[in-house]
């Protein structure tokens, strides 16, 4: 741990500063990497920097570190984790998670239903729509609470897979660079999932992107600040409510993309979105496209 610190201080140019004196203030959350989210889900933890050293030093310090050491961490969880599931496969055979079908992460009847793909509208934002691969009911709610609730993690690399389909057939992706931003999610909602789900799935879905010959790239440029409200059914106007003042942006990495991409789960009244792509713009970030597993039905049209 000294050394990937050392080597962090040496990046961001403060060799001088004592390595004992920075790990020493470190979170001790750090120690436990429980899932690819534990630095959002951990970040609201940081203490103030050391004294003489600015904050956003500290800041580039801290993250540093944390990639480095995640990282490894999560190969070996990764590795562990495939082995039991191989292990439960063989044992007790997983069901489809939208209807149940034994052997299948998503059977070809909601794999099918998954790429139904349609628009929905977006109000009080610069995009007019947004994309979405299917309507939110049936099987495909299910399927998708299942992954987003329960953490049936299988699902992250199908569910990539079919919005990765929709980006291909809708977004209107240039030649250079494509910047997929996560929509954010609050600290209260990561603690109880274990993860920051949206991110999960756009680091896959860049994965899936990059393999059919897209530069893609995934930037946290958003994130949820302060206390927000638990997310109800409601109006957008109740929905934007709890968002707003509430959104973080930072563009570190955005300057080069071509076509900025937004990706969230659900669209239910499209006040997420909404706030996120006004929040981006403000900060001066275009938003190209706006995509979603799932939609509502205030749907404009069908375009699969």
């Known amino acids: ?8 201080v040496t990046r961001s140019g403060v ?6 004196v920075l790990l020493a203030r470190i979170p001790t959350s750090l120690s436990v990497c429980r899932c690819d989210a534990c630095l959002e889900s951990h970040s609201y933890r940081i203490t103030r920097p050391p004294k003489n050293l600015r904050p956003h030093v ?14 490894g961490m999560n190969r070996a969880v990764y590795v562990l984790k495939s082995f039991m599931a191989l292990v439960r496969d063989v044992i007790v055979p997983r069901g489809c998670a939208g ?3 034994v052997d299948a992460v998503l059977c070809d009847a909601c794999w099918s239903l998954m790429h139904r793909f349609r628009m929905r509208s977006l109000y009080g934002c610069s995009l007019d729509h947004a994309y979405a691969c299917a309507g939110y009911e049936g099987s495909i709610r299910t399927a998708i609470l299942q992954w987003k609730d329960h953490g049936d993690l299988e699902c992250d690399r199908v569910f990539a897979g079919i919005l990765t389909d929709l980006i291909m057939q809708c977004a209107d992706i240039r030649a250079g660079p494509v910047v997929l931003i996560p929509a954010p ?17 756009t680091q896959y879905v860049a994965r899936e992107l990059r393999g059919r010959g897209v530069e893609a790239h995934v930037r946290t440029a958003l994130s949820m600040t302060g206390k927000v409200e638990k997310s109800v059914a409601g109006s957008a106007g109740r929905r934007s409510g709890r968002l707003r003042n509430h959104i973080r942006v930072d563009l570190n990495g ?7 991409i937004l990706i969230d789960d659900i669209i239910t009244t499209g006040a997420t979105m909404s706030q996120c792509i006004n929040a ?3 900060a001066g970030l275009q938003v190209d496209a706006a995509v979603a597993l799932a939609a509502t039905n205030d749907i404009r049209m069908d375009t699969g």
């Open 185 to 201: 999610s609050s600290h209260r909602s990561m603690r109880a999932r274990g993860r920051w789900h949206t991110k999960n799935l």
């Open 99 to 101: 209807c149940g079908e």
């Open 254 to 260: 955005c300057g080069d993309a071509d076509t900025v």
């Open 15 to 20: 060799v001088a500063y004592e390595v004992p």
């Open 280 to 282: 981006l713009q403000t």
């Open 58 to 71: 500290w800041q580039s310090i801290l993250n540093q570190c944390r990639q480095r050491y995640c990282d």
């Open 1 to 8: 741990m000294h050394q990937l610190l050392q080597e962090a």
